[in-house]
């Protein structure tokens, strides 16, 4: 057996050229006419209204949390409660405007468990940012309702959740989520080289992320070039905005790549359920549960041990690599502040292993890694 990597694209490398190279010979290649049919086809395959595309999904958080901040005149000091199990550009986003992240605990799903979300709303307060952890759902509407009950404002981090649905309707769609952010990095279910999509649900908000996402800009580049050709040299500068916009070379990847995503999210479930079969019957291994696991994208696949390294190790002798998603982020410098107010993710934290996920795996290999799994740890 060759190397497995826990994380490995697939490319459409003969759509994807095609695209490329209809940029090229327009001689566009940065936000213009690409990155305008993705964000078209986006809203058509999700059900957004709204959908700007940017270089990160990580640039598309800093937005939502700016955004939302001069909107609803938050303060510097203001509160944000978020997850300490994610990748840290979900936290960052935060401090970059000088609000502060409130950590909350997970569930068993772990994505933000509602009852201790609930606990740690005070008087500063302003938003929830709930991370759809493997492309999980979690107790999403529980946390919508808090949000509703308490006034706040929710910034849904979709980085994971390319393909999610519940009952055929994407969650970041649900009547209260105020803003969606979807990545596009390099190894997600919808790669490109980085990229992603933010999606406000007010149209205002959508139109004020266009502007600030182009430098504050209010009339990028290709809205100034004419059918003519005329280039049109006259703009304002509407906000001190960030240069976050999308290349059209990166929307033509995905533009290629967005009609394999539900059979590529098809075979991630069959993937997951092979290994849950297999590690059932093993009670020193804990799945983490998916709630209507049917629809989930299943970005990556958790299990929990008691001896993580030792299973790496042993893994990697094998020429299996697995990874880890993610160290808890309170154990990092910026965030100590909050250690020890989530005792399950910091638990579970030194025990969850990702399991390699991916379109190159096939059912042998899947039978293989969980065989060497199941016989390591007992």
Known sequence: MSTIQVLKPKFHIDECLAQI????????????????????AWKAYTGHQNACFLNSNTAGLHLAVNILKRRYGWQDGDEIISTPITFVSTNHA??????????????????????????????????VAFVGYGGRVGQLDKIIALCKKHNLRLILDA??????????????????VDVTVYSYQAVKNLPTGDSGMICFADPELDAECRKVSWMGINKDTYARTSSEGTYKWNYGVDYVGFKYNGNAIMAAIALAQLPYLDEENARRREIAAMYDATFAGNPKIQIIPAPHREECSFHIYEIAVPDREGLLSELAKNDIYGGVHYRDNTEFSMYTYAQGTCPHAHEISQHIITMPLHMYLTDEDVAKIAGIVNSFVK
């Open 159 to 176: 980085a994971h959740m390319a393909g999610t649905r519940v009952n055929g309707v994407m969650p970041g769609t649900w009547d209260g």
């Open 94 to 127: 935060i401090l970059y405007e000088n609000l502060k992240p409130r950590f909350a605990d997970v569930d068993e799903y772990l994505c933000l468990d509602p009852v201790d979300v609930e606990k740690k709303i005070n008087e500063k307060t302003r938003a």
């Open 21 to 40: 190279r209809e940029c090229l010979e327009k001689g566009w290649t940065g936000s213009g006419f690409k990155t305008a049919q993705l964000e078209t």
